[in-house]
Nanobody, 124 residues
Framework: QVQLVESGGGLVQAGGSLRLSCATSGGTFSNYIMAWFRQAPGKEREFVAA????????YSTDSMRGRFTISTDNAKGTVYLQMNSLKPEDTGVYYC?????????????????WGQGTQVTVSA
């Protein structure tokens, strides 16, 4: 049974940093693409970044590129999201997601597996 478990969220002041982790288990993820999404209160879930296990190339939105960095530790089966220069508008629940890799996708409905989410709150 595929499981994704996020951790690392919390309360941080604007300008601060957090590193989120997503531990994977129960599947062979080497051929998967991993992604981070976030959902602010009252808003739709939005794409943050994505990466495969086999390539160093990453994908992210223009608004987050430069502040947010996705990475993977293949030995640990863990995906990370390093978030720097955080802003109050970055507040939300951050989710890890996965799907078999046949391209890069940015819509939540295109991912098959999800974690439970971790709350990130950025105070002004």
């Amino acid at each position: 049974q595929v499981q994704l478990v996020e951790s690392g969220g919390g309360l941080v002041q604007a300008g601060g940093s957090l590193r989120l982790s997503c531990a994977t288990s129960g599947g062979t993820f080497s051929n998967y693409i991993m992604a981070w999404f976030r959902q602010a209160p009252g808003k739709e879930r939005e794409f943050v970044a994505a990466k495969t296990w086999s390539s160093s190339r990453t994908y992210s939105t223009d608004s987050m590129r430069g502040r947010f960095t996705i990475s993977t530790d293949n030995a640990k089966g863990t995906v990370y999201l390093q978030m720097n220069s955080l802003k109050p508008e970055d507040t939300g629940v951050y989710y890890c997601a996965a799907r078999a890799y046949d391209g890069v996708y940015s819509r939540p409905t295109q991912y098959d597996y999800w974690g439970q989410g971790t709350q990130v709150t950025v105070s002004a």
